[in-house]
């Protein structure tokens, strides 16, 4: 026996941990309506294999004709479309071919994304745990609430929440509350030969006022001075280097001049 510190599990573990094909399909099932983990599917898998194998035990006593499996099989049904998993007038057989997204639709983390409080469902699970969203006056924090069906039209933000102000940035971009539109005005069945059609008046060409064309004048550039023509200059003569042989023999001679 459970106790209420330590609470027993919700939910039953599969068999075989490792089956590629389940595993996909349960990732599908998360990436779709925004779940945490695995743990989370595997309690939509329980709370509808509960449902079917009571179906399947009062599917058998029916024949039987008795009182009580009557009253057990209309007592499931009314809690199946009570909770919007099964739509009214349904049976037992209905209950056999439900699938685990018909009770992971009826989460009050799918509930809100559908609706347009949030743009994505994994935004519609923070809104959910920060305490942004209620139902009524009372504030709900647990994104796997089951919401029956006459609780989804009274799904609100709290009244503290900022998201109430319809400028806040973390609100959804697309309309939340989407008004119809009207019908499409019915054709009268009454011939069009019963009101004379009106004359259609002339049709008076418009034309356009042409207006004179103005000659921009362009102003003439100014002429620029002519600058005066110099004169080549000549080149200086360059004078030649004498060898340094005439310059020793000039030396010579002079010391000889000098004795």
Do not use: C
């Not at 809104?127 to 504030?139: Q, S, W």
């Not at 034309?207 to 001075?225: C, R, T």
Request: a positive charge; charged letters at 35%.
């Amino acid at each position: 026996m459970g106790s209420q510190k330590f609470p027993g599990k919700k939910y039953d573990v599969p068999l075989h941990p490792w089956k590629e094909e389940r595993i996909k399909t349960e990732r599908e099932l998360i990436k779709k309506y925004g779940l945490k983990n695995h743990k989370e599917v595997w309690k939509a898998k329980t709370y509808l294999r509960k449902q079917r194998t009571q179906a399947r035990a009062l599917l058998a006593k029916v024949g039987a004709s008795t009182p009580q499996a009557k009253k057990e099989s209309e007592q499931l049904l009314v809690h199946l479309t009570k909770m919007g998993i099964l739509p009214m007038g349904s049976s037992l057989d209905d209950v056999l071919a439900l699938e685990t997204e018909a009770i992971l639709s009826r989460r009050l983390q799918t509930l809100i994304y559908l609706k347009g409080f949030s743009s994505t469902p994994y935004q519609a699970r923070q809104l959910i745990n920060h305490g942004h969203v209620g139902i009524a006056d009372r504030k709900i924090t647990v994104p796997g609430y089951m919401v029956p069906k006459d609780e989804e039209g009274r799904i609100t933000y709290t009244i503290r929440s900022p998201l109430n102000e319809i400028s806040h940035p973390a609100r959804p971009k697309r309309d939340m509350y989407r008004t119809e539109t009207a019908p499409a005005a019915v054709k009268s069945e009454v011939p069009s030969e019963t009101v004379p059609p009106k004359p259609a008046e002339p049709v008076v060409p418009v034309v356009a006022e042409q207006k004179p064309e103005v000659k921009k004048e362009i102003p003439a550039e100014p002429v620029k001075p002519t600058e005066p023509v110099k004169e080549p200059v000549a080149e200086k003569p360059v004078h030649e280097k004498k060898p340094e042989k005439q310059k020793e023999s000039k030396k010579k001679e002079k010391k000889e001049e000098g004795k």
